[in-house]
């Protein structure tokens, strides 16, 4: 079946812009996870989704990242007034169950700030 | 917290020989451990999860691992590489219980010799 995927794949953007990625996970998960990449670094948390409500958003760096799952299926995470240090691979995962599920990633959407 | 140390940032062998990249990870419980395998412009791809049972944990591509808890270690093997094997390698830690965000590791960068 389908695995996670993540719009845009890539995603060019100046200094002080807002940008959205999406996130669709694979259907039937109820977990849903952000994760930031930055080069040379391994995938750091940023916020946890179970259905509709973020379940831990204590990753989130400061309250320019907002992230939202109206319907319990797809995310989208959004970035205000952008910074060349929101430089990134943003990779979104999906897990069948709370706890003991595992998480299957999607190929990440790259951002660069310019 | 969660932490996990991968000590080697890079590792290179030959076709054919065998692999052995470390980790190592700092729960005060027992914890939930994870290798994946990222591929250049790929997402993450699990290889194999520990959980309980039987420590020496068999997984995809013909790699295993082995739990050890006095060293606190979850090192990831494989008898003899091959070049497709080559990518980055993230160990990652989880909770058992509640929300399942992973800590993960720095990475091991491996590169194969012809």
């Known amino acids: 079946g389908a695995g996670v995927s993540q719009t845009p794949s890539n995603k060019v953007t100046e200094k002080g812009k807002y940008v959205e990625l999406r996130c669709d996970p694979i259907?039937?998960?109820?977990?849903l996870y952000w994760y930031r990449q930055s080069l040379g670094q391994g995938p750091e948390f940023l916020i946890y989704?179970?259905?509709?409500?973020?379940?831990?958003d204590s990753g989130l760096p400061n309250d320019r990242f907002f992230a939202v799952r109206p319907e319990g299926s797809v995310s989208t995470l959004k970035i205000q007034r952008t910074e060349r240090g929101d430089s990134a691979v943003y990779l979104c995962?999906?897990?069948?169950?709370?706890?003991?599920?595992?998480?299957?990633f999607g190929p990440g959407t790259r951002l660069l700030v310019l | 917290a969660q932490s996990v140390t991968q000590p080697d940032i890079h590792i290179t062998v030959s076709e054919g020989a065998s692999l052995e990249l470390r980790c190592n990870y700092s729960?005060?419980?027992?914890?939930?451990l994870f290798w994946y395998v990222q591929s250049p412009g790929q997402g993450l791809q699990l290889l194999l999860k520990?959980?309980?049972?039987?420590?020496l944990v068999q997984g995809i591509k013909g790699f295993e691992a082995e739990f050890k808890r006095s060293q606190s270690s979850f090192n990831l093997r494989k008898p003899s590489v091959h070049w497709s094997d080559a990518a980055e390698y993230f160990c990652?830690?989880?909770?058992?219980?509640?929300?399942?965000?992973?800590?993960f590791g720095q990475g091991t960068r491996l590169t194969i010799n012809p």
């Open positions: 729960y005060g419980a027992t914890p939930y």
């Open positions: 989704f179970q259905g509709t409500g973020a379940a831990d």
């Open positions: 995962a999906s897990s069948d169950r709370q706890g003991e599920g595992t998480q299957y």
């Open positions: 520990y959980f309980s049972g039987d420590t």
């Open positions: 259907s039937g998960h109820t977990a």
């Open positions: 990652a830690v989880g909770k058992i219980q509640g929300a399942q965000k992973l800590v």
